[in-house]
């Protein structure tokens, strides 16, 4: 999302706040809330959020001046909450909204935030995608935009924001694919990927303004052509990604950056990730991806209890993208064809291309058998058939427009 888009959220739910018919003093005090909030360098989305769920508790649950609040105000609130018809997570984003106001607002050693821990490990964590069903989904993109961000999305492990603020100037591309840099909540950090860089590059091409300072995603209709675009831009092409490739699961933006810390965890060091993935060093976030992902209790329990001998977890399983067998281009590994020279990538490709080849021939002899009229112009079609046989290049581009 554009940082003009996020100003104008912030801006709006600062001026419902203040409309609303909630307390002055807890509209004053979510307000110094915002300010330390800002001043602290959390993003502006999540102020936003903050803000929001907020006036929502006050409007909805309890209006009382959040500086005499107590634990008991804080499990009334907690029991409105529950009996709601609402999804875990944003029952959960209540409890995190109100435990970071209250750290601000009374101290870390309040003795009340106790009760804002609750039993959470019943909490259902986001269902995680197959890396077949990763391919799907970049193949039910249509557009190359769309592939690219879906790509690179995974690839990084990104945020929607860090997504969204990537310029070309952030973009170096080399050997093994290539690094971006990408800004978030701990910094700027450069993070290297490989299975989207023939999706990137291909969007490239036909990037409506490649500038240096210019977004790397922007739109392509007729109101947004070459604009930034919004998250609710990259929702919107996930969802039509979704729905054409068929996928069965929920899957938003945080799903697929879900999905490939899931991944990553068998792979990578608890240090490795933060940094890939943008956390603070420390966090505990690594530990809990390491434990989804099961890694070295797997082994220790085959190898050591049982005494079987078993994969060391270190076979290569990553989506990589494919070479191009004749020009050597790195192509997406959803691909069919050659982006650059149209040769088929997999061997049924080939062997459909050749069949094709062998039937619009005989299409053509059998039309001119009994028409001697029409043998010179079959003539003059066998010689251009043998020039287009000759070309490889112009035999795979032809051939590939059959499919359309």
Same mark, same amino acid.
């Given at each position: 999302?554009?940082?003009?888009?996020?100003?104008?959220?912030? *801006?709006? !739910?600062?001026?419902?706040?203040?409309?609303?018919?909630?307390?002055?003093?807890?509209?004053?005090?979510?307000?110094?809330?915002?300010?330390?909030?800002?001043?602290?360098?959390?993003?502006?989305?999540?102020?936003?959020?903050?803000?929001?769920? &907020?006036?929502?508790?006050?409007?909805?649950?309890?209006?009382?001046? @959040?500086?005499?609040? =107590?634990?008991?105000?804080?499990?009334?609130?907690?029991?409105?909450?529950?009996? !709601?018809?609402?999804?875990? *997570?944003?029952?959960?984003?209540?409890?995190?909204?109100?435990?970071?106001?209250?750290?601000?607002?009374?101290?870390?050693?309040?003795?009340?935030?106790?009760?804002?821990? $609750?039993?959470?490990?019943?909490?259902?964590?986001?269902?995680?995608?197959?890396?077949?069903?990763?391919?799907?989904?970049?193949?039910?993109?249509?557009?190359?935009?769309?592939?690219?961000?879906?790509?690179?999305?995974?690839?990084?492990?990104?945020?929607?924001?860090?997504?969204?603020?990537?310029?070309?100037?952030?973009?170096?591309? +080399?050997?093994?694919?290539?690094?971006?840099?990408?800004?978030?909540?701990?910094?700027?950090?450069?993070?290297?990927?490989?299975?989207?860089?023939?999706?990137?590059?291909?969007?490239?091409?036909?990037?409506?303004?490649?500038?240096?300072?210019?977004?790397?995603?922007?739109?392509?209709?007729?109101? +947004?052509?070459?604009?930034?675009? @919004?998250?609710?831009?990259?929702?919107?092409?996930?969802?039509?990604?979704?729905?054409?490739?068929?996928?069965?699961?929920?899957? =938003?933006?945080?799903?697929?950056?879900?999905?490939?810390?899931?991944?990553?965890?068998?792979?990578? =060091?608890? *240090?490795?990730?933060?940094?890939? &993935?943008?956390?603070?060093?420390? *966090?505990?976030?690594?530990?809990?991806?390491?434990? &989804?992902?099961?890694?070295?209790?797997?082994?220790?329990?085959? =190898?050591?209890?049982?005494?079987?001998?078993?994969?060391?977890?270190?076979?290569?399983?990553?989506?990589?993208?494919?070479?191009?067998?004749?020009? %050597?281009?790195?192509?997406?590994?959803?691909? !069919?064809?050659?982006?650059?020279? $149209?040769?088929?990538?997999?061997?049924?490709?080939?062997?459909?291309?050749?069949? %094709?080849?062998?039937?619009?021939?005989?299409? @053509?002899?059998?039309?001119?058998?009994?028409?001697?009229?029409?043998?010179?112009?079959?003539?003059?079609?066998?010689?251009?058939?043998?020039?287009?046989?000759?070309?490889?290049?112009?035999?795979?581009?032809?051939?590939?427009?059959?499919?359309?």
């Amino acid at each position: 999302m554009g940082i003009y888009k996020e100003k104008a959220l912030l *801006s709006g !739910e600062e001026g419902r706040l203040i409309k609303s018919e909630i307390s002055e003093s807890n509209v004053n005090l979510v307000r110094e809330f915002k300010s330390y909030l800002i001043a602290s360098r959390i993003g502006i989305l999540r102020t936003v959020r903050y803000m929001l769920d &907020l006036r929502l508790i006050c409007q909805r649950y309890k209006d009382k001046d @959040f500086r005499s609040w =107590t634990s008991k105000d804080i499990i009334e609130v907690l029991e409105k909450i529950e009996v !709601e018809d609402l999804s875990d *997570s944003s029952k959960n984003e209540y409890r995190r909204t109100l435990t970071k106001f209250f750290k601000w607002l009374k101290g870390d050693d309040w003795p009340d935030l106790k009760a804002l821990k $609750g039993d959470r490990k019943h909490s259902r964590k986001p269902q995680v995608l197959a890396k077949e069903e990763i391919l799907q989904l970049i193949e039910g993109a249509k557009h190359p935009r769309d592939k690219a961000a879906i790509a690179l999305l995974y690839d990084c492990g990104l945020r929607v924001g860090e997504l969204a603020s990537i310029t070309f100037k952030d973009l170096v591309f +080399n050997d093994y694919g290539g690094k971006v840099k990408v800004r978030g909540k701990t910094g700027e950090r450069l993070v290297p990927f490989v299975m989207a860089e023939p999706y990137i590059k291909n969007w490239v091409q036909i990037h409506p303004n490649p500038a240096h300072n210019e977004p790397l995603f922007v739109g392509t209709g007729n109101k +947004n052509f070459g604009k930034p675009l @919004f998250y609710e831009s990259y929702q919107n092409i996930i969802k039509r990604a979704v729905k054409k490739s068929g996928i069965q699961k929920k899957v =938003t933006p945080h799903i697929i950056r879900h999905t490939r810390a899931t991944h990553l965890a068998s792979k990578l =060091t608890e *240090s490795e990730m933060c940094h890939y &993935l943008g956390w603070q060093l420390g *966090s505990d976030m690594p530990k809990v991806y390491v434990h &989804l992902s099961g890694r070295d209790i797997d082994s220790a329990i085959y =190898t050591k209890v049982y005494g079987l001998k078993i994969d060391d977890g270190n076979k290569e399983d990553s989506i990589k993208p494919i070479p191009c067998p004749r020009c %050597k281009e790195n192509c997406g590994p959803s691909s !069919e064809y050659c982006y650059r020279c $149209g040769m088929p990538l997999k061997e049924e490709k080939i062997f459909d291309m050749e069949k %094709k080849s062998i039937g619009i021939r005989k299409d @053509f002899f059998d039309m001119a058998k009994d028409r001697t009229d029409r043998l010179d112009r079959m003539n003059m079609f066998l010689e251009i058939m043998d020039i287009v046989e000759s070309d490889p290049e112009i035999k795979a581009k032809l051939i590939s427009m059959t499919k359309k």
